[in-house]
């Protein structure tokens, strides 16, 4: 079972930008699509982003359109998920899985392949 492992969070101010990193422990992610996943406190965790394995097809929800850009290095055999124009409600941990990702996936919605979940990474935007 494909286990992941993110990092990169950390505390911004609002506006800035940070990159969060997705890799596999112990084997290559590099055929799986990934998604980016993110649980605040009291709420249940939604989806962010995804990727397709071969980087060609990338789904957003609609509260980080425009700031947040998926990407994928498969030689790494890393994820990232650049994010811009930092807000407070973008305060969150966040998370990386395998998932369903076409054309049609609605990112908000998406569904996870396996049911397993890393630690995370805290992002919090605060002044």
């Known amino acids: 079972q494909l286990q992941l492992v993110e990092s990169g969070g950390g505390l911004v101010q609002p506006g800035g930008s940070l990159r969060l990193s997705c890799a596999a422990s112990g084997m290559r992610l590099d055929g799986y699509p990934i998604g980016w996943f993110r649980q605040a406190p009291g709420k249940e965790r939604e989806g962010v982003s995804c990727v397709s394995s071969s980087g060609g097809v990338k789904n957003y929800a609609d509260s980080v359109k425009g700031r947040f850009t998926v990407d994928r290095d498969n030689a790494k055999s890393t994820v990232y998920l650049q994010m811009n124009s930092l807000k407070s409600e973008d305060t969150a941990v966040y998370y990386c899985?395998?998932?369903?990702?076409?054309?049609?996936?609605?990112?908000?919605?998406?569904?996870?392949?396996?049911?397993?979940w890393g630690q995370g990474t805290q992002v919090t935007v605060s002044s």
């Open positions: 899985a395998a998932v369903l990702c076409s054309e049609k996936t609605r990112a908000s919605t998406m569904m996870t392949l396996y049911d397993s």
